[in-house]
């Protein structure tokens, strides 16, 4: 582990200023290693600054954006982006995209898709969001003059019951057209008069993550020489004062212990 760290290190500080190290690369010594399971039954290995705070309280990193405490992404056959509500703005870019092209695309009839298509490029903003779940997505898209204190714009209310109707037939005739989780979305949509931005949108994060379930210490990721250096002989370490001070210790570890798991049970309680 600390022979992979170093070559990843000494690969990074080749880019940045040796002032820097400290902050983005740096020395081995403080980290510490545990070993987690998740909820998925997968077991790996994280490291944290310091042995204080476990790693299913320390936030960890799922591309750029930090997760919740104790999430880590884990991959597997996972199911569709649940929608989630949009609970923050944060910061936004701007893109044109093109125009749509004119003949259909194969999966849509032409009478769908002159429902969809846009018949000129258009500028739309970007934003970076988060959602009730915690995670965030960076293209949720608004007008380009639309800013969060506006709120959303509900469409005209003739034009929300035309698009019921419409979509209603378009169901009809096409059951296949939306999965369900997105016809239930569209209704939701409907039914709130069409609010636009959307207030949710899907989590692409959501089905990929999984929580700490259990961890446990391996140990610091430099082995401590001064502390084995003390160690007392075995002679020393059997002394009934020597046994004495482990059992007060193991006392201090077990109630820490126990106060953390009634924490756990009033968490679980709420
Ligand atoms: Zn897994
Ligand atoms: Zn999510």
């Not at 936030?59 to 750029?64: E, M, N, T």
């Not at 989780?181 to 931005?197: I, K, N, Q, S, V």
């Amino acid at each position: 582990m600390l022979h992979e760290y170093e070559m990843y290190n000494n690969e990074r500080r080749r880019h940045i200023p040796s002032a820097l190290w400290p902050f983005f690369a740096p020395d081995p010594e403080k980290y510490y290693r545990w070993r987690v399971q998740l909820d998925c039954a997968c077991i790996t290995e994280l490291f944290t600054w310091g042995n204080e705070t476990p790693p299913s309280e320390s936030r960890w990193l799922d591309g750029r954006e930090a997760l919740p405490p104790g999430q880590l992404r884990c991959e597997h056959d996972d199911g569709p982006s649940p929608y989630r509500e949009i609970i923050a703005w944060h910061d936004r870019r701007e893109i044109t995209l093109p125009a749509d092209p004119a003949d259909p695309p194969k999966w849509a009839d032409p009478d769908v898709w002159a429902l969809l298509r846009h018949d000129e490029p258009r500028a739309s903003a970007f934003w970076k969001v988060t959602l009730e779940c915690g995670h965030v997505e960076d293209s949720m898209p608004t007008d380009l003059d639309w800013k969060p204190d506006d709120g959303p714009s509900l469409a005209d209310s003739a034009r929300v019951s035309q698009m019921t109707e419409e979509f209603e037939a378009l169901w009809a005739s096409h059951p296949d057209f939306q999965p369900d989780r997105d016809l239930e979305h569209t209704r939701r949509m409907l039914a709130a008069g069409w609010p636009l931005p959307r207030p949710e949108t899907e989590c692409y994060t959501c089905p990929h993550v999984r929580q700490i379930v259990a961890y446990q210490r391996v140990g610091w990721l430099v082995p401590r020489e001064a502390k084995q250096q003390t160690e007392p002989t075995p002679q020393g370490r059997n002394s009934r004062a020597a046994l004495e001070r482990r059992l007060r210790r193991l006392e201090v570890d077990a109630e820490h212990l126990r106060g953390r798991l009634s924490e756990w049970d009033d968490v679980r309680d709420v």
